[in-house]
């Protein structure tokens, strides 16, 4: 069974400074990972995912992803946090076994970045 | 161009009412996923739908919640004799892809 931590509740960021938000992940082989973020009365905003290739993938927004297969972590980063970025935060993994397409996700993480 | 839609956005129902709750996915879009959101509790898969293959009921918590996708298009969540821990926002989601999903605004379901 895959599952998906993500350790903070929430994440406090001055803004101007670097966010990271954690995912650490439980799957069997190689998955695929996803962020997505969700602002206040809405539905989820997909923002970056992890096929192949590099290991480190660019998306939405200025956010990036780092895929470490050693540690099993999927962290998200933006260098410089925007107010605007304030918004609960996803991390998702799937395997990559044909036919089983469900996500499993993490709890969220709430980001509040302080002006 | 559109996006997912849900209908209604907010529902408010009687324990023991049965509901249904609606999405229309991307057009083209072959996959069609129903999640649970509740509150600190992050998404909990339901039920996957793939073009006319058998959909993945695996997610489902209880008999009384059923879903049927319709033409390979509009799906419906229904929910029978609703209890006050169905209260929850009910997202659909629906990808042309096995990769990213996208998602519609969700239902928001206030059982009473």
């Known amino acids: 069974a895959q599952s998906v931590a993500q350790p903070e509740d929430q994440v406090n960021v001055a803004e101007g400074n670097p966010l990271t938000v954690k995912c650490t992940y439980s799957?069997?082989?190689?998955?695929?990972l996803f962020w997505y973020v969700q602002y206040p009365n809405r539905g989820l905003q997909f923002l970056l995912k992890?096929?192949?290739?590099?290991?480190l993938v660019k998306g939405s927004y200025g956010f990036e992803a780092e895929f470490n297969k050693s540690q099993t972590s999927f962290h998200l980063k933006k260098p410089s946090a925007l107010v605007s970025d304030s918004a609960l935060y996803f991390c998702a993994v799937r395997p990559r076994d044909y036919g089983n397409n469900r996500l499993a996700f993490g709890k969220g993480n709430q980001v509040v970045v302080i002006p | 161009g559109a996006g997912v839609s849900q209908s209604p956005s907010n529902k408010v129902t009687e324990k023991g009412k049965d509901v249904e709750l609606r999405c229309d996915p991307i057009s083209g879009h072959t996959a069609l996923y129903w999640y649970r959101q509740s509150l600190g509790q992050g998404l909990e898969f339901l039920i996957y739908?793939?073009?006319?293959?058998?959909?993945?009921k695996s997610g489902l918590p209880s008999d009384r919640f059923s879903a049927e996708r319709t033409g390979g298009s509009v799906s419906t969540l229904t929910i029978q004799r609703t209890q006050q821990e169905d209260s929850a926002v009910y997202l659909c989601a629906s990808s042309p892809s096995p990769y990213e999903q996208y998602f519609g605004p969700g239902t928001r379901l206030t059982v009473t």
């Open positions: 739908f793939q073009g006319n293959s058998a959909p993945d």
């Open positions: 992890y096929i192949t290739g590099d290991n």
């Open positions: 799957v069997s082989g190689n998955p695929y």
